[in-house]
């Protein structure tokens, strides 16, 4: 009964629902932190890293833990969105809501494309910023007396003023913004939180503005150094 119950699209839903917004946590704890490249000083973001680099192996659990929610997320997100294809036997695009508010439009058929996307961004973005140049090619600040750290807002700002970068990354948080618009929504109903109701497009509107918003707000970094 346990095995079957796990197996069902109820569960994968309820997954689905409390891994999106375990992620969309990180998604605002990340913009928070990154909020720090603003300083002109590059202090605060240095001290942030540092701080984080500082907690050694718990950060590469976090790092780890943060990757298996990711894959999970999208091979259950794959796994239902084929599952009613098959049981429907029409096109997935062509699908829509039989009760209420339809949430199958551009963004909401197109998640596992962005979602896989975004997966792909994560694991370049890490590599990226966390193994590129440290203290040993030259990227030294020096945080206290006698502390020494790596520069990595000297690194960050200097990436950012590679246009190729920067469209990256406009590119990705524009794939973020689409993904946030529909998933955010999606995951409160398959809680339960919404009722189908008329106000059902206005709270759409409301957490789509919401997800749209934190892609802004990371996309806005990189223009804003490149400008500089």
Known sequence: MQSSYLKSSIFQKIFMAISG????????????????????????????AYKLHSLGPLLYLAEIGLLAI?????????KLALSV????????DSQSSK????????????????GTALLLFIVLHIIHFKYGPAEAEGYVVQLAPGEN??????????????IWVVAAYVIAMTMLGLHLRHGIWSAFQSLGVFKRAGSDKLRYAALGALGLLLAVGFLAIPIVIYLR
């Open 99 to 114: 009760k209420g508010y339809s949430k199958w439009n551009v963004a909401s058929t197109k998640m596992a494309i962005s």
């Open 21 to 48: 917004l375990a992620l969309v946590g990180f998604v605002v704890m990340h913009l928070a932190g990154n909020l720090f490249l603003y300083d002109r000083s590059g202090m605060l973001f240095n001290q942030y």
């Open 149 to 162: 750290a790596r520069d990595l807002n000297r690194y960050v700002v200097e990436q950012f003023k590679n």
């Open 85 to 92: 294809k098959k049981a429907k036997g029409v096109n997935y």
């Open 70 to 78: 990711a894959l999970l997320h999208i091979a259950t997100g794959l």
